[in-house]
């Protein structure tokens, strides 16, 4: 019995690390080459294992390429409960939340990259196309929904720091769910557009930036 769980965790671990390979091989063909151009037998190759071991873990390149956006969003999560949990001020957290976006940006060029290049795939992502299309299959209207709730479990730890801004003094009465939307879209657009503007600004420039602007918004003035 001992012997069959110990061989049971090794094969879990052979399993995991094997994904772990494919994940990491398909984002640097997809940021090199684009999606579309990407093979699984590129795959394969670069992540050192057959193409019937890929197609044993994922059942197409889609799979491959929702797989590591969903992983994305469970990073962000991890990270930030950890910043929740630290003993800060909820502005030190504020900062340490958008030092840590822009940090995590920049660790995942590749998936920005594919973000700006594979129009149609990006579009499936953000549930642009309407559910009524025949070609939406069970499986993309599943990882929307995936992706849909993990953006809710984020909203919500940012807005719990918030509300803990306020209910400490240190932020002004809001509707903590609208401030959450409106940094994220500071985040992201932010980054993103740093790709067409003439202005370079470095990462930590840009965090810098959004942390001031964002939080002179939020932060209660003392004659308040």
């Excluded at 037998?41 to 050192?48: D, G, T, Y």
């Excluded at 003993?87 to 995942?108: D, G, R, T």
């Amino acid at each position: 019995m001992e012997y069959r769980n110990f061989k049971s965790k090794r094969q879990h671990a052979i399993r995991e690390i094997n994904k772990i390979y494919i994940l990491k091989a398909a984002e640097e063909i997809f940021a090199q080459k684009g999606y579309g151009l990407t093979t699984m037998e590129e795959i394969a190759e670069k992540s050192q294992l057959s193409k019937p071991t890929i197609y044993h873990y994922f059942e197409s390149k889609c799979d491959i390429f929702f797989e590591i956006i969903l992983n994305s969003f469970n990073e962000v999560e991890q990270r930030l409960i950890e910043i929740e949990k630290k003993p800060k001020n909820p502005v030190k957290k504020v900062k340490e939340i958008i030092s840590f976006i822009f940090s995590f940006y920049s660790q995942k060029k590749n998936i920005s990259r594919i973000f700006l290049t594979e129009k149609s795939l990006v579009k499936r992502v953000y549930n642009l196309i309407p559910r009524g299309e025949p070609f939406v299959s069970e499986r993309d209207i599943k990882f929307l929904d995936d992706i849909k709730n993990r953006a809710k479990r984020i909203y919500r730890i940012m807005a719990e720091i918030l509300q803990e801004g306020i209910d400490s003094g240190e932020f002004r009465q809001m509707n903590v769910m609208d401030a959450c939307y409106i940094l994220d879209a500071l985040l992201h657009g932010f980054f993103f557009k740093r790709f067409w503007l003439d202005k370079k600004y470095s990462y930590t420039k840009s965090a810098d930036l959004i942390q001031t602007f964002f939080l002179l918004g939020i932060i209660r003035e003392a004659k308040e």
